[in-house]
């Protein structure tokens, strides 16, 4: 079964920043994945950026001007930025199509310590 393949997490102190990196397990026609998604402790797993069908990216407003969303076609793989970390961006990230999802991979954590 095809996963993704979510990489890059960490611990980091606030203020630092990380870049997620997200590919398939194995090949997928519909090529890297278009959204990204996270789920904090006790919460349910939300969708916090991705690209619409049109191909215009789209942010959560806890996000905007801090994550970063893009793609390397011929890697097959997508990328999240993620600047100015504040600690209630910890938890557990995904990345995944927004319509017509495989199942969840394994995901990457990130903690950020204050």
């Known amino acids: 079964q095809v996963r993704f393949v979510e990489s890059g997490g960490g611990l980091v102190q606030a203020g630092g920043s990380l870049r997620l990196s997200c590919a398939p397990s194995?090949?997928?026609?519909?090529?890297?994945?278009t959204a990204w998604y996270r789920q904090a402790p006790g919460k349910q797993r939300e969708l916090i950026a991705g690209v619409t069908s049109n191909g215009s990216p789209y942010y959560i407003d806890s996000v905007k001007g801090r994550f970063t969303i893009s793609r390397d076609k011929d890697k097959n793989t997508a990328y999240l930025q993620m600047n100015s970390l504040k600690p209630e961006d910890t938890a557990l990230y995904y990345c995944?199509?927004?319509?017509?999802?495989?199942?969840w991979g394994q995901g990457t954590q990130v903690t950020v310590s204050s």
């Open positions: 194995s090949s997928e026609s519909r090529g890297y994945a």
């Open positions: 995944n199509y927004p319509s017509r999802p495989i199942p």
